[in-house]
């Protein structure tokens, strides 16, 4: 079974440049998240999705960062314009299903801000 | 709002020597409990998930513990490969993961 793909892997930009990270959940994984991991502490949810829907976006910093899941499948998360402090890896993670089911995470996307 | 505490933040270890890390965790309405292992450069590593006190489960030299306050990831006569960071989380009626901070293992020859 293939595994949580995301794009791309790394990631260097100017303060106040947009990226955009890519994600393709598990097959069959209804529920999809976005962690933000900086370095030397745990993941911290920023979005999670149930199908095409948002079930909790309440730590995204809305007024730069976006994210959709257009058709349930696939999604994407846009940081515009980045700031240093946004420099982490970001995370993407699919579940089955949103009520304590296992959370299986891709490798990452590391953002550097220079 | 939920918390997850992990300790010790670092810990080495010689090949062999057995050692336990410690996960506290305030959450309201427990779910799940969950260990991942996160080595440099990768995403967690789903291990084990943990639901209700009293329950165990092993993996190998792994061994996952739940009490209605604590989990403890048990590691028996640990080797070099075992090396990395152990991230412990928790759900609970939110169905929102919390995770610590991590314990970074090092095991050495």
Redesign the interface.
Known sequence: EAGVAQSPRYKIIEKRQSVAFWCNPISGHATLYWYQQILGQGPKLLIQFQNNGVVDDSQLPKDRFSAERLKGVDSTLKIQPAKLEDSAVYLCASSRAREANTIYFGEGSWLTVV | EDQ?TQSPEALRLQEGESSSLNCSYTVSGL??L?W?RQDP??????LF?L?SAGEEKEKERLKATLTKKESFLHITAPKPEDSATY?C?A?GG????T????TQLKVEL
């Open positions: 997850v779910r799940g969950f991942y450069g990768k995403g967690p590593e789903f998930t639901y991230l989380a759900t939110g169905n929102k993961l995770f610590g901070t991590g």
